[in-house]
């Protein structure tokens, strides 16, 4: 999809890519490319989805996404992965902001057997500016990787990250990002904030955020909690009359919904409530 210049897209455009509805294996491999020329705006919304139903073969999904923002253009961008217990998934996402121009890139990794989701951007003009916004969930025995990685390659940049993973029964939730600010990229302005939950004792959440600096006039900040719902804040559920199954409910509720008030697209909260409520059971 290419966005002419000068061009502002009001109505969001959707994208589907649903899994073919075949009874043998599957490997599936959609590209899919987005370049906003100069002065353009557009909401981009890329939903990968495996609905089949009661299928006993697995699939393995291996996405790539190119995204090109050019000179004072925005876009606001989402990306989801559903799918089952027999959906193995790899999302490369390569995304590159000439000066002026922004990108707020929102993901959600619902469900699935296996999901490595890999995200680059790079802030390759003056003045750009990057925000990432999502949550991994893993149940079960399923496995959940985040790798995320924002280059400072121009001074005067900025970006933010804000992550959430959950891990339930013996799933695992890996989060690595890493905030890269390069010789001469003066005036760069980076967080990164991961928060994860443990919803058992076997399930785990894996966390590292970094920090890469080469610039000395620079703001850079990077942190990672990780643990269950606290005790105490059950406790003060509990003495109010609401019992602890339904503390914990409205704890990770609430722990999820810090991160989707920031993704700029309407339903997304509908979108995600199926998937909490697998977890609440």
């Known amino acids: 999809i290419e966005i002419p ?13 649903p899994v073919p509805e075949v009874n043998s294996n599957v490997l599936d491999t959609p590209w899919f490319i987005l370049i906003l020329n100069a002065n353009s705006q557009a909401e ?7 609905s089949r139903e009661n299928s ?3 699939v393995w999904i291996n996405a790539s996404e190119l995204i090109k923002v050019e000179a004072n253009s925005h876009l606001k961008y989402l990306s989801t992965y559903s799918g089952d217990a027999k959906t193995y998934r790899f999302v490369s996402t390569n995304a590159q902001l000439d000066k002026d ?5 929102n993901s959600l990794l619902l469900d699935g057997k296996f999901i490595r989701s890999e995200l680059n951007v790079e802030l390759v003009g003056e003045n750009g500016f990057a925000e990432i916004n999502g949550f991994s969930l893993s149940e079960m025995v399923n496995y959940s990787e985040v790798q995320q990685s924002i280059g400072h390659l121009k001074p005067n940049c900025t970006s933010r990250i804000n992550w959430r993973g959950i891990g339930k029964d013996e799933g695992k939730t890996v989060y690595r990002g890493k905030i890269y600010i390069a010789p001469g990229a003066q005036k760069s302005d980076s967080i990164q904030l991961f928060k994860g939950l443990c919803l058992s004792d076997r399930a785990i959440v894996d966390a590292k955020p970094q920090l890469e600096i080469y610039a000395d006039d620079v703001r850079c900040t990077h942190g990672a909690t990780v643990g269950p719902p606290p005790q105490e804040l059950v406790f003060y559920f509990q003495a109010r009359g609401i019992d602890k199954i339904r503390a914990r409910k409205l ?3 609430a722990f ?3 991160v989707l008030k920031e993704i700029p697209f309407p339903n ?3 979108l995600v409530e199926p998937y909490l409520g697998k977890i609440y059971e």
């Open 251 to 253: 704890l990770v509720s």
């Open 56 to 58: 006993s073969t697995p």
């Open 268 to 270: 997304v909260t509908k």
């Open 5 to 17: 210049p000068n061009i502002v897209i009001d109505t969001p455009i959707n994208i589907y890519f």
């Open 101 to 105: 121009s922004s990108i707020i890139y």
């Open 44 to 50: 981009v919304s890329v939903h990968y989805i495996d």
């Open 256 to 258: 999820v919904k810090q």
